[in-house]
């Protein structure tokens, strides 16, 4: 009996560290945002999702009405993202789509399922917070101690963004790790050694926020935590504030006033001098804040004994919105508001500040769109299109393509809700504001209860994300998403069940539901398997090793047979070992997989030209699904001729140069 207990007790510890943990492993493999690893994750969740279906004494005890709303949302939106391919006709695209949604949809269901506990959720949020503290300090290390941790050169080496590898998103995960360490040193609900370290997390995190120089996050940060200050009014306010606000601002400016590490060039030796510098100033903060800290743990005390009469209670929180609206007002007509906030819409719909791109800590200051309109824009014509259903998932890089007004390459609309309106339709976006929908009211629901601080934690953070999400392409980021499922789910389950008929079921019931979910893990897995056997073919490739590319690429067909990417490395193994009729083939079935894609009319172009046939019609094609590629205007010049030798000519010149 105590066996059972200990293993019980064990298990479930792991399951509440589970989503701290699973942050830190999608922050440290490019965010999650390349197929296999939110499939890999996927495929975990769904197997401690069957194992406790099997053994748990009460599997289903969180099952409550607006987990079903919630989950039952997500589930019909993963299945009109896996429809959209009859209308797409790219299969490929909707099912790796489908595999990212199922992730999601697995989080939400495998902590929806534990019943509903502030003891829970307490620890779900503590190791979040210290998985986004952990990966934040890995970030900062590799910035200001790149003689410590170096790492190697990436797309804007003057914006922080190692390890997600987007600045952005990194910029988010810190803000979101400020929200948690902000209420974990705020809240008198929580141990005291936690009020302390949480203290001394914020200036690590508000620095490395400053070096992504992420707009989006900073603004994101400022709403959660006036949404947290605001609802929440945690009794260790006062102390908190005090403890970390000071040390937080001088690690910030300090941080701001190194230059050379917002520089193009941030590992010169002038600039790791700086980054030193920098470094002492945060560890001196640190510690700062977690001494300052642990003394007004005294403070802690006595306002956990405070209490304001409940007949003041009314009069005075009505007096202090009225004096904080009268402030505003009278603040905004002194800064004269209306002008300048006209000014800087005309500001945000011209672009950027070309300077900005010499200097990234005036972007801060820029309410420059950085194409973000233009991005917008192209998915809003795809809606115009296709109001219903979308274009199908997957396929806004297509139309960016075909429609962008500048030649730079971009996979997602820098926004999650303009995206999915453009890909999958009102249908689409009904669902998927159904699910964030019923998370958000809940958490809002949910403050009015005794331990409300937490709950107030979590809403103020996914109202941040929410915020955030509209203007970047965080669901492609499973490492800034996936707390929020989770996190989501637990708050959505019903307490200890009342009902043991639901909480304690059947082997008869148990077990079609772990087949169910097992059924879930199969597309996963077989999205896995597929993504890893066609990196290593493409690897392969670049190495020069066809016979092992094309080994890779067929494994990676056979277990997904509906991507177009391994017969692309086929075709151009087959040209370059003189075989341009199979390649003609491998390309046909590329394009039979993904119509759309212009590269597969390119690389039947150079095939049928290898083979002696006109290349010209597919030339044409691919030119006019992407207009502004130098490659498409190239071929066309280059085939420009009825010689098929010429065409031969020119297509070993393309082949030659080719690089998956």
């Not at 994750?41 to 409550?64: C, H, K, W």
């Not at 993963?78 to 006709?89: E, F, K, M, P, Y």
């Not at 820098?414 to 159904?434: P, W």
Request: contains cysteine; proline residues 5%.
């Amino acid at each position: 009996m105590l066996d059972r207990d200990l293993t019980t007790t064990v298990s479930h510890a792991a399951l509440l560290a589970l989503p701290g943990v699973v942050t830190v492993y999608l922050s440290f493999n490019a965010g999650g945002f390349f197929p296999n690893t939110p499939a890999f994750v996927a495929v975990l969740l769904a197997g401690v999702l069957v194992v406790r279906t099997l053994l748990a004494d009460e599997p289903f005890a969180g099952l409550s009405r607006s987990l079903l709303l919630a989950s039952g949302a997500l589930a019909l939106f993963a299945v009109w993202t896996l429809a959209s391919a009859i209308w797409s006709d790219a299969l490929g695209r909707s099912l790796i789509e489908t595999s990212r949604v199922l992730l999601y949809l697995l989080a939400l269901l495998l902590f929806g399922s534990m019943a509903r506990t502030s003891h829970a959720l307490r620890w779900m949020v503590r190791g979040v917070a210290l998985g986004i503290v952990i990966v934040c300090t890995v970030a900062l290390v590799t910035r200001v101690l790149p003689d410590v941790w170096p790492i190697a050169p990436n797309l804007a080496e003057n914006r922080l963004s190692y390890p997600l590898t987007y600045w952005n998103a990194l910029g988010l995960l810190c803000s979101l790790g400020l929200i948690f360490c902000f209420h974990l040193t705020c809240s008198l609900g929580e141990p005291r050694i936690v009020r302390v370290v949480a203290a001394g997390a914020l200036p690590l995190l508000g620095t490395t926020l400053l070096f992504t120089y992420s707009r989006g996050g900073l603004a994101a940060s400022a709403i959660g935590l006036v949404v947290y200050i605001v609802v929440g009014r945690p009794r260790g306010l006062v102390s908190g504030l005090l403890a970390a606000g000071p040390p937080t601002a001088v690690a910030v400016i300090a941080a701001y006033d190194a230059d050379l590490l917002a520089g193009l060039s941030p590992t010169t030796s002038a600039a790791t001098a700086q980054g030193h510098d920098v470094a002492l100033v945060v560890a001196i903060c640190t510690a700062v804040a977690i001494s300052i800290r642990a003394l007004l743990l005294l403070l802690d005390v006595r306002l956990a004994r405070f209490h304001l009469p409940h007949h003041l209670r009314r009069p005075l929180l009505a007096s202090l919105g009225a004096a904080v609206i009268v402030g505003a007002v009278v603040g905004a007509a002194a800064l004269d508001a209306p002008s300048r906030v006209s000014d800087q819409y005309d500001r945000f719909t011209q672009g950027f500040d070309e300077e900005t791109q010499r200097d990234f800590r005036q972007r801060l200051t820029d309410p420059g769109n950085r194409a973000r309109l233009e991005q917008w824009k192209v998915s809003i014509r795809d809606f115009d299109r296709e109001p219903v259903r979308g274009t199908g998932a997957g396929t806004y890089p297509l139309s960016w393509v075909e429609d962008r007004p500048a030649s730079s390459n971009i996979d997602d609309a820098h926004s999650l809700y303009v995206e999915v309106l453009g890909e999958l339709g009102i249908v689409g976006m009904a669902l998927l504001a159904l699910c964030l929908g019923v998370i958000l009211v809940v958490l809002g629901a949910r403050v009015r209860e005794s331990d409300r601080t937490v709950y107030v934690a979590v809403l103020a953070a996914a109202i941040a994300w929410a915020f955030h999400a509209g203007v970047d392409w965080d669901w492609e980021m499973p490492a800034v998403t996936f707390w929020l499922l989770a996190l989501g789910g637990a708050a959505l389950a019903s307490p200890p069940q009342r009902s043991p008929a639901i909480a304690r079921p059947s082997m008869g019931l148990r077990a079609p539901v772990a087949v169910g979910v097992a059924a879930v893990a199969v597309l996963p897995m077989l999205v896995f398997v597929s993504q890893a056997r066609l990196d290593e073919s493409v690897e392969q490739f670049g190495a020069g090793d066809c016979g092992a590319a094309s080994a890779s690429a067929r494994s990676s067909i056979s277990a997904l047979g509906s991507r177009a990417e391994p017969y692309q490395v086929l075709a151009y193994c087959k040209l370059r070992g003189g075989r341009p009729l199979q390649a003609v083939r491998d390309t046909r079935d590329a394009i039979e997989r993904d119509p759309h894609n212009w590269e597969y009319q390119f690389d039947l172009a150079v095939a049928r030209a290898s083979a002696g046939l006109d290349p010209r019609p597919a030339a044409r094609r691919a030119l006019r699904l992407n207009p502004l590629e130098s490659a498409t205007k190239d071929a066309l010049e280059r085939f420009r001729t009825d010689n098929p030798r010429v065409w031969k000519r020119q297509a070993e010149l393309l082949v030659e140069d080719a690089f998956l």
